[in-house]
Nanobody, 123 residues
């Protein structure tokens, strides 16, 4: 079982940047596709970004619109989400997720989840 711990709790202003990290333990990180999802109050959890085990493939949700970048460092067992030009509508709890195999976009396709980290963007 893979354990995931997110960090990078943030209260920022619109237009600011913020970087989230997710450290993995308990498994072979280089076997895992990693994803970021987010959930705002009263909303369903939605796909933000995903990256393949090698880092060679990435994909983003429509909500990102070129503002976020997912990356990973397999030597550090860590995946990152760099968020730029943040908007108030980006306010949500951000979750890191992992799955063995190729990258996917749906919550049900991920086996392991972090506890989430709150990102709040003020206007």
């Amino acid at each position: 079982q893979v354990q995931l711990v997110e960090s990078g709790v943030g209260l920022v202003q619109a237009g600011d940047s913020l970087s989230l990290s997710c450290a993995a333990s308990g498994g072979s990180f280089s076997d895992l596709a990693m994803g970021w999802f987010r959930q705002a109050p009263g909303e369903e959890r939605e796909f933000v970004a995903t990256i393949s085990w090698s880092g060679g493939k990435t994909a983003y949700g429509d909500v990102v619109n070129g503002r976020f970048t997912i990356s990973r460092d397999n030597a550090k067992n860590t995946v990152y989400l760099q968020m730029n030009s943040l908007k108030p509508e980006d306010t949500a709890v951000y979750y890191c997720a992992a799955r063995v195999g190729v990258l996917r976009f749906n919550t049900y396709e991920y086996d392991n989840w972090g506890q989430g980290t709150q990102v709040t963007v003020s206007s």
